[in-house]
Structure formats: C-alpha cells, structure tokens
C-alpha cells in the first residue's frame, strides 16, 4: 500500500497551491483521509481531514478559510486545496490514511515540500 503526495512547490505568499494525495493497491474512498505537515524544528501537526463516513471535513484553526480538501472518486485522489498561503505554511506536507476503523492513520506518502517566500 501506497500514498503519494505531490504538487509541492516553491510559491509567494497570498498565492496557492493544490497537493494531490493518490493511492496505489487501494481506494481512498473508504478510508479517512488527513493532511499533515512538519515544518524544521517542529513537530508533525494534523492540517484537515476528510472523513470516510460523509466527507465530513475538520481543519486546524491556522488554516480555516484558506485550506480545503475533497475526494475526486473518478481518479482516487483527494485533494488538498491552499489558498492565500503564509510564510508559516512552509512545511513538508503528507498525507495519510486511517485503518477504516477509528481515524487511526495507518499508511503515509512520502511528503512535499511546500515553501512560501517572496
């Protein structure tokens, strides 16, 4: 089982960038999925999350009103969509997916790197 997270990038602030997060040997569908990021120096912060039962989604405080994410079924894809980036999102993003049981995220992709800067 794999994930892979892309589309990560150097960008200028108040700018965007959208990261698909793919999967190879299983549907995304069924399983929760979550955006997670880890600037240098910091510890791993969960981001946003789409969940498996009805899409509901949950965001952390420093990124409501500028990050969303959502499911494309046809290409088993979700997407995490950004938007009105800071200096402070610099981090290397990953996404993950839950063991389809209790949001316990069980299989990760291998990150990218995001970096805001003019």
């Known amino acids: ?28 569908d069924h399983r929760t999925i979550g955006w997670f990021r880890q600037a240098p120096g ?18 952390a405080d420093s990124v ?3 990050f969303t994410i959502s499911r494309d079924k046809s290409k088993n894809t979700v997407y995490l969509q950004m938007n009105t980036l800071k200096p402070e999102d610099t981090a290397a993003y990953y996404c993950a997916a839950d063991n389809k049981q209790n949001m316990t995220f069980v ?9 805001v800067s003019s």
């Open 107 to 115: 299989y990760w992709g291998q990150g990218t790197q995001v970096t």
């Open 42 to 59: 910091k510890g791993r912060e969960g981001v946003i999350c789409i969940s498996s039962s009805d899409d509901s989604t949950y965001y």
């Open 1 to 28: 089982v794999q994930l892979q997270a892309s589309g990560g990038g150097l960008v200028q602030p108040g700018g965007s960038l959208r990261l698909p997060c793919s999967a190879s040997r299983f549907t995304l």
């Open 64 to 66: 409501k009103g500028r």
